[in-house]
Every structure is written in C-alpha cells, then in structure tokens.
T-cell receptor, first 115, second 110 residues
Framework: DAGVTQSPTHLIKTRGQQVTLRCSPK?????VSWYQQALGQGPQFIFQYYEEEERQRGNFPDRFSGHQFPNYSSELNVNALLLGDSALYLCASSRGATGPNQPQHFGDGTRLSIL | GNSVTQMEGPVTLSEEAFLTINCTYT??????LFWYVQYPGEGLQLLLK?????DKGSNKGFEATYRKETTSFHLEKGSVQVSDSAVYFC?????????FGAGTTVTVRA
C-alpha cells in the first residue's frame, strides 16, 4: 500500500523563477493538502484540493497556486520565487468525503532552496 | 482563529526517563486534536489523535488526553527510548486544515 509520494526530493532555484512540485496521495485518498514548513517551525497550511477544486486556502499570496488531477494527484506551483520561499513543502492526503477533522497522511516533502 | 502553543525545546532525556510535552490550543467549536512526529529527513507521521473531550489517544507507549476545560492535549510517555528522538508537533483541526504548534525537539541519550 503506497503512501503519499512527492517529487522531486530536493530542488534549487533562483529568485524570480517558477517551480512545480508534485504529489500522489495515499491509495484510497481523494483529498490533497499542501503545507510549507520553514526551518525550525511547524507546517503552515497553503491550500487543500478536493474533487479537483480548491476547497480551502491559507494565508498565502496568489503566487502559490495548485491543481488536482482526475487521478487525485496534485501539483503546487510557485511563481516569482523569493528567498523566503525556501522551505520544506509537505503534501498530505486524506479522505475528503468523510468530512473534516480527519487525520492527514504526509509525504516526506520537497526541500526547496532559493538562491 | 485557531492556534496551538506547545512547550519549547529542546528537551534532552536519558533512556527510560518520563517524557511530557505540554500543548494548549485556542479554537472555535470542537476541534480534533493530534500529535505528529517527524524523524530527521522525513515527513510527519501521525502518532495519536483524539476527537472529543476526555478522549485518550495512545500509540507506541505515548498517551494524550483531550482536556476541554483546560484546552490542553499534553503528550506523555512513561519510559523513552533512543528511537523516540524526533520533533513532536501538536496540531488541531476543526475544519479541513491542520494548525500546528512550532514543534518540540526531543533527544534521548543512551
């Protein structure tokens, strides 16, 4: 039973560039959430996708956008990268139809470094 | 809005010592509460959960009780092992997203 998988593992970009991160949810899960974890801090919620729509969004600028595909996999796109975007980006999946407050299962993350 | 405050670390213990990490929260309604653990270089793993007041979550020797009157969800383990060295996050959810504390780094020495 495959868990949540994310790619790539590491990524190095320069300021102003654009980046796309990918996530495949755990088998049987249909909801994908994205979190940003800065060094030494707890993860911060970016947004959540369910039924290919953005269901909820955290306090992140429009430079952060996403997409969910019919197979439930998801992408996180960040435009006009800033030094402050350097972080570990975590994807989490859950079963959306069962309602809120469900445990979320996390991938190992993508470490994004901005030079 | 939602917020989670947990005990600042780092915490250093000897093997077989008692561990407690304090966690308090602010939220509207009736949130579910979670403890997640993060080992070096890995993502977060769900350690335990509680969905209503007075529920006790437990797993791998860890326990936490949902205390609505004190808005707390403290994590405890009676006898830690070196393999318990990790960062521990308290989190809540009362909608579709998780709100996390800042994390507590625990190091257990043999």
């Amino acid at each position: 039973d495959a868990g949540v998988t994310q790619s790539p593992t590491h990524l190095i970009k320069t300021r102003g560039q654009q980046v796309t991160l990918r996530c495949s949810p755990k088998s049987g899960h249909d909801t994908v959430s994205w979190y940003q974890q800065a060094l030494g801090q707890g993860p911060q919620f970016i947004f959540q996708y369910y039924e290919e729509e953005e269901r909820q969004r955290g306090n992140f600028p429009d430079r952060f956008s996403g997409h969910q595909f019919p197979n439930y996999s998801s992408e996180l796109n960040v435009n006009a990268l800033l030094l402050g975007d350097s972080a570990l980006y975590l994807c989490a999946s859950s079963r959306g139809a069962t309602g809120p407050n469900q445990p979320q299962h996390f991938g190992d993350g993508t470490r994004l470094s901005i030079l | 809005g939602n917020s989670v405050t947990q005990m600042e670390g780092p915490v250093t213990l000897s093997e077989e010592a008692f561990l407690t990490i304090n966690c308090t929260y602010t939220a509207t309604g009736y949130p579910s509460l979670f403890w997640y653990v993060q080992y070096p270089g890995e993502g977060l793993q769900l350690l335990l959960k509680a969905t209503k007041a007075d529920d006790k979550g437990s797993n791998k020797g860890f326990e936490a009780t949902y205390r609505k009157e004190t808005t707390s969800f403290h994590l405890e383990k009676g006898s830690v092992q070196v393999s318990d060295s990790a960062v521990y996050f308290c989190a809540l959810s009362n909608d579709y997203k998780l709100s996390f504390g800042a994390g507590t780094t625990v190091t257990v020495r043999a």
